[in-house]
T-cell receptor, first 114, second 114 residues
Framework: SQQGEEDPQALSIQEGENATMNCSYK?????LQWYRQNSGRGLVHLIL?????REKHSGRLRVTLDTSKKSSSLLITASRAADTASYFC??????????????FGQGTTLQVKP | SQTIHQWPATLVQPVGSPLSLECTVEGTSNPNLYWYRQAAGRGLQLLFY??????ISSEVPQNLSASRPQDRQFILSSKKLLLSDSGFYLCAWARRQGNGETQYFGPGTRLLVL
């Protein structure tokens, strides 16, 4: 089964609103990463949060990590039409060594209406 | 700066034909390399990863194979394609260090097996 599960699967909001996406995972992790994918394109890394961190910011992005609940959230503030994309969380499981293997969730599709 | 290339961008192949997808990385040495497959509207499934020349690890049993003939070259192959091999194939690289780092993705190859 998938390590990461995102919620909701799809989200539609108006430009200027905030968008929150959640990710849950099952096993102990080294870090959790969020990626963005525009339709038909490769993935772009957004932010990495390590297991000993609780919150991280990057521009309009805010990521939280709760290792006790095995969950993370991605908040995009003041959304723009250009934020329309699919967003994926991915985890590096403890014990992966130097393989750097990522386990991806199924993603949240975000639509921001102008 | 580092760049990652994949080709071809799109491929339509008949069932039973062979496959060769190529991925090359520039601007870095000794990267970890990854092949993923993404079904329509789904997350990424890790197929193979490599931590060095000639070192290939397979994540799922399948009809595909991978090879790494050079440090920055990763090839995905099949002797006989199946309909179920259709999908979006993504190559990625990461620095081999620490407990899991950012992965950088190529533009992907869309494969349709008819």
């Amino acid at each position: 089964s998938q390590q990461g599960e995102e919620d909701p699967q799809a989200l539609s909001i108006q430009e200027g609103e905030n968008a929150t996406m959640n990710c849950s995972y099952k096993t102990s992790i080294n870090n959790l990463q969020w990626y963005r994918q525009n339709s038909g394109r490769g993935l772009v890394h957004l932010i990495l949060i390590r297991s000993n961190e609780r919150e991280k910011h990057s521009g309009r992005l805010r990521v939280t990590l709760d290792t006790s609940k095995k969950s993370s959230s991605l908040l995009i503030t003041a959304s723009r039409a250009a934020d329309t994309a699919s967003y994926f969380c991915a985890t590096v499981i403890t014990g992966s060594g130097n393989t750097g293997k990522l386990i991806f969730g199924q993603g949240t599709t975000l639509q921001v209406k102008p | 700066s580092q760049t990652i290339h994949q080709w071809p961008a799109t491929l339509v192949q008949p069932v039973g034909s062979p496959l060769s997808l190529e991925c090359t990385v520039e601007g870095t040495s000794n990267p970890n390399l990854y092949w993923y497959r993404q079904a329509a509207g789904r997350g990424l499934q890790l197929l193979f990863y490599s931590v060095g020349i000639g070192q290939i690890s397979s994540e799922v049993p399948q009809n595909l194979s991978a090879s790494r003939p050079q440090d920055r070259q990763f090839i995905l192959s099949s002797k006989k394609l199946l309909l179920s091999d259709s999908g979006f194939y993504l190559c990625a690289w990461a620095r081999r260090q620490g407990n899991g780092e950012t992965q950088y993705f190529g533009p992907g190859t869309r494969l349709l097996v008819l």
